[in-house]
């Protein structure tokens, strides 16, 4: 390739054998050196990245000293006893500054108006978002600390516990030596937390931390990551520090009694960094807890508000019974670990005991009204698939227990709220409590939460599970290969269980996400070119389904279904029970609905709201032509006063559907007092003149038509809305 200077250049790297992946461009090379790959693909419409980048703008024009931890941000001072840490005064001043944030909507309106045209369709941006972001910058800059308060203040009741505990001479001698273990990670907990020698490469750099945080863009970084604290080995050298997984990682990977590999060593996650929401250094409450029914046919998650709790799934309208309750719900929080023993040859217990881990989601609500996009898929005038697709879906990752607890054991794990302990694992004889008194034991099932752009698809009538696994296999390596993704921007789940697959969960797993997803379900096309993508990916020639890999691939090889990732699924994929449906897919329709619920049954909802027959002509062509169908019908814009006959949300356009009379003088005074108020409000008006009707002979009509459109096309143009404008007559 071309290097510096004009000189040629050799690069060269490495191909994991056992990526569908890297092996796919090992075997196309053109694909990667031929000079058209792919940029990095952002999603523009996320609303965390833009804020983030908002964020970013403010701290451009403020300069606040940030210091090299989060000492010179938040006060540590105690007071009656209590630990609040607000943050420091100077930086409050900062965040309060209405001249900065002044100058920061300035600069920060000028990057939106750069990609205006793209967050026209997000459903959260409108008009002053970017100011109502700057005026809200305090609390989220406020909330952005609250992972190291919690962490801070859990060190501090660690070492001011177990203080007490050493000053007890009426305690038995194992108990305060082993205090005095705990009260030394306390005390190095809170060094690593304020200390700034070698700062730069720790997650608690004070800019790299508000990174992670999601307050500041961190493309590198694990978006609201949580920690574990692990101690130095004394045998060797070694020094106490963090280690930070993404959250959904940690879940399993920082679990109650995990094992931790790091650095040649084993480690067990023993404790919970408890910090119980309270600056009371002595604080004991009780952790709250929260409540979920997750569907048992399609896992949608409905979390408790208040005491209402939902009967019946807001998705699929399956009864929500007692099996579905899930109960004492607390978020995973930072952790500690100990050293178990050094890694050797026998890890089979890695193995025999996991957890039990479910995934939930929950499609988000703007304004109270439900955010999805829905595209029915038919072939044959018969519905063969549902793909519904959300921004920023709300997804959870429950860890109910060990893989072999009873059906009849309560779900989750017991925790010592005292000292923050989790209870050993009864059926490893190598796990052996760490409390030397039993404190306040509590059950809880601990969870974690993330947004990220979510779809799922349902195949109709349901397939079964096997065919259900090659079919996600297939899919998720044809988005990829087809919007040139790595494995780790994309991930996908079995819902509501790899045991009973209904609906495969598809979410973009990068940062900020790739906008690739919202594509299958608003642009018709790309649905059965992935479907062509996967008969390729399954050695199917996707024209006359001709097996190429009979030589070479049986019921599946790593070429194409194969993944290190699905290794639990290999038993059951199986290229060729999936020849048909990819077939039919590549051939089929996919029809937008362009929002909630399936396409027949929104133009079914407008048609009903329809006027006249020239407002359902006109539908019926959109519907026709596979365009997204308008979100209202006869709206009521209280600001114009006025009511359109159609309304786009997203676009902010209004639809009028007008007839003959509109042509009067008086009508037309009117409609031009309607598009001057539209125009003030920032709508766009689309106006369509009718045809002739049944008065007049044909050809009377057709010079009329055409003598109305251009009429029309005349009157755009007077208003200077840039569009172009063609006409047409029908008579």
């Keep these: 390739r071309a290097g510096r200077g004009g000189q040629p250049a050799l690069v060269y790297t490495y191909c994991a054998g056992r990526s569908p992946h890297d092996q796919y461009y090992f ?74 944030r002044a100058a920061a909507l300035r600069k920060a309106n000028v990057l939106i108006d750069s990609i205006r045209e793209d967050l026209a369709t997000a459903a959260w941006f409108h008009e002053n978002w970017t100011k109502e972001v700057l005026d809200q910058i305090e609390r989220a800059f406020d909330s952005s600390c609250e992972r190291w308060r919690s962490l801070y203040r859990a060190a501090v009741r660690q070492r001011e516990l177990h203080h007490k505990i050493i000053g007890d001479h009426a305690r038995p001698d194992t108990e305060r030596n082993h205090s005095r273990r705990l009260r030394a990670q306390a005390e190095s907990q809170i060094r690593l937390l304020t200390e700034a020698e070698g700062i730069y490469e720790g997650d608690f750099y004070s800019y790299r931390y508000f990174a992670a945080e999601g307050f500041l863009p961190g493309y590198n970084f694990p978006r609201l990551p949580l920690s574990a604290y692990v101690p130095g080995r004394r045998q060797r050298k070694g020094k106490d520090e963090f280690v930070s997984r993404p959250r959904f990682l940690a879940i399993s990977e920082f679990g109650p009694r995990a094992l931790v590999y790091h650095e040649g060593a084993r480690y067990r996650v023993y404790k919970v960094n408890l910090d119980f929401g309270s600056d009371d250094i002595e604080a004991t409450h009780e952790l709250a807890t929260a409540t979920m029914k997750r569907c048992l046919k399609c896992g949608y998650a409905h979390v408790e508000q208040g005491k209402n709790m939902a009967d019946l799934c807001d998705r699929c309208g399956t009864a929500l019974d007692e099996q579905a309750r899930i109960e004492a719900l607390v978020p995973l929080q930072n952790v500690s670990l100990k050293l178990a023993q050094r890694i050797t040859c026998d890890e089979e217990e890695r193995q025999r005991f996991g957890y039990k881990i479910v995934t939930s989601y929950r499609f988000p609500e703007i304004g109270g009204k439900l955010d999805r996009k829905d595209a029915d898929v038919y072939s044959g005038g018969m519905m063969i698939m549902c793909v519904s697709y959300g921004d920023s879906t709300d997804l959870f990752r429950i860890n109910l227990g060990w893989k072999h607890q009873g059906a009849n054991q309560r779900q989750g794990f017991n925790l010592d709220l005292e000292r923050g302990y989790w209870s050993r694992n009864q059926a490893d004889d190598q796990d052996q409590d760490d409390a030397t008194a039993q404190g306040r034991i509590q059950r809880v099932v601990p969870y974690v939460k993330d947004t990220k752009n979510a779809m799922v698809m349902r195949v109709v009538p349901p397939l079964p599970g096997p065919e259900m696994a090659s079919l996600q296999s297939a899919m998720k390596e044809a988005i990829q290969k087809h919007f040139q993704l790595e494995p780790r921007e994309l991930s996908s789940e079995p819902m509501p269980s790899a045991q009973n697959r209904q609906e495969i969960l598809f979410y973009e797993a990068s940062e900020g996400g790739a906008g690739v997803l919202r594509q299958i379900a608003e642009d018709p096309a790309v649905l059965p070119m992935l479907a062509r993508r996967a008969l390729e990916i399954c050695h199917f020639d996707a024209d006359t389904l001709e097996d190429k890999g009979e030589k070479t691939c049986g019921k599946a090889c790593y070429e194409c279904l194969l993944d290190y990732g699905n290794q639990t699924d290999h038993k059951d994929l199986d290229r060729y029970s999936i020849r048909e449906l990819l077939a039919t897919l590549s051939r089929s329709e996919c029809k937008p609905a362009g929002g909630a619920g399936s396409r027949v049954e929104r133009m079914a909802a407008l048609r009903k709201r329809c006027d006249s027959k020239l407002e359902k002509q006109w539908l019926d062509l959109v519907d026709t032509l596979m365009l997204r169908p308008p979100s209202d019908a006869q709206y009521l814009i209280k600001a114009c006063s006025t009511q359109p006959d159609f309304y786009y949300r997203e676009y902010d356009a209004a639809i009028y559907i007008d007839g003959p009379h509109h042509d009067e003088l008086d009508q037309i005074r009117e409609d031009e007092d309607i598009t001057r108020r539209l125009k003030e409000d920032g709508t766009q008006r689309i106006l369509l003149e009718g045809r002739g009707d049944e008065m007049g002979t044909s050809a009377y009509n057709l010079v009329l038509g055409e003598r109305r459109a251009k009429a029309v096309r005349s009157y755009l143009k007077q208003l200077g809305l840039g569009l172009d404008v063609r006409t047409t007559s029908y008579g």
Aim: proline content about 9%; cysteine-free.
């Design 27 to 100: 075997r196309e090379p053109n694909k990667m050196v031929a000079g058209s790959v792919a940029p990095p693909r952002i999603d523009i419409r996320n609303r965390d990245l833009v804020r983030s980048h908002v964020h970013a703008i403010w701290m451009e024009v403020t300069k606040p000293d940030l210091g090299k931890t989060l000492t010179a941000v938040l006060d540590l001072s105690t007071t009656d006893g209590k630990l609040p840490l607000p943050v420091r005064d100077g930086v409050a001043r900062e965040l309060k500054d209405p001249a900065h």
